[in-house]
């Protein structure tokens, strides 16, 4: 397996917490195929995706094509592996691996297809979590299993979490997922893995995420504001709004917790300002300031 020969197609952190297990297992892809570098921050300055500073560090030679209108030169390349590239493959690149591409997804497929599985995991409040490698084919994480790994998202291999957050389970899910590819890998090269299709009644499907879903109603179910908290923390944060003077101000959570089925909201940023302790925000604001 060390002469394993195969691309590997990622993008952000996630990508990065799978490229790791896989080094860790002796797995060091041949090619790696990146998104382009992209403005960022106040300043717009040009940043490189994770996978991209990975593929540097770790001296392996990268693409970050802007499509793939030119066939990729894949000579020798056995094997294509995705983890939240978050582009849409072409068929005349699905079949060009002898060996085909293998997906890593974040949930337990058919459940939570599409663009944001880990988010709607913690927003659904599952118990029940997981990784899926999957066999690629041209619809949108159709294809077949090769194999899954189910924990609790309160015990076993996350003891410990209550809620997890976006960020907490993305870099468990991750891991576990790197660390179950490795484990597939060589079985489904030697043959012996026979992919089984998706039960196609029990799928289940989770939209892009926009910044206007960060918006939370602290009147609302206490619970449910948590979990959306947790849910959105990192992209797109969450946030709620006063008016201040007759000025409308969006004020963005950066800490909570949930105990005794009351939700806690620990720290915020107020707009134009930096971060403060919300019982601070709170005591400033009382008197002339209405919470949205």
């Avoid at 690629?136 to 015990?155: N, V, W």
């Avoid at 660390?179 to 939209?207: N, R, S, V």
């Avoid at 959105?232 to 006063?242: A, I, L």
């Amino acid at each position: 397996m060390k002469n394993l020969n195969f691309a590997f197609f990622g993008t952000d952190n996630f990508s990065v917490g799978v490229l790791d297990e896989l080094k860790k297992n002796n797995f060091l892809p041949t090619l790696i195929i990146a998104t382009p570098d992209k403005p960022k921050g106040r300043g717009l300055k040009l940043t490189s995706p994770p996978v991209k500073l990975w593929a540097i560090e770790n001296k392996v030679a990268f693409l970050q094509p802007e499509n793939f209108n030119r066939q990729l030169t894949i000579n020798n390349l056995q094997l294509g592996i995705v983890a939240s590239y978050g582009k849409i493959i072409p068929a005349k690149i699905l079949t060009s691996f002898p060996k085909g591409m293998l997906n890593v997804h974040p949930s337990l497929l058919p459940k939570y297809r599409g663009a944001s599985p880990i988010q709607a995991q913690i927003l659904n409040d599952e118990k029940n979590i997981g990784v899926s490698i999957m066999l690629m084919d041209e619809k949108i994480d159709h294809g077949p299993l090769l194999t899954q790994r189910e924990f609790s998202a309160q015990g076993g291999p996350a003891s410990g979490w209550q809620i997890p957050n976006n960020i907490e389970l993305s870099e468990r899910l991750s891991a576990e997922g790197g660390k179950l590819l490795a484990e597939t890998m060589p079985k489904w090269l030697a043959g012996k893995i026979k992919p089984i299709p998706q039960d196609e009644i029990m799928a289940t499907f989770c939209p892009k995420i926009n910044k206007e879903d960060g918006l939370i109603d602290l009147n609302g179910n206490p619970r449910q504001n948590f979990l959306k908290i947790q849910a959105f923390t990192g992209w797109p944060g969450t946030y709620f709004f006063v008016v201040r003077n007759g000025e409308k101000k969006r004020i963005k959570i950066t800490k909570a917790s949930f105990t005794d089925d009351k939700l806690k909201i620990e720290s915020v940023i107020p707009e134009g300002k930096k971060e403060i302790l919300y019982y601070q925000f709170i005591n400033a604001d009382k008197i002339d300031a209405t919470i949205l």
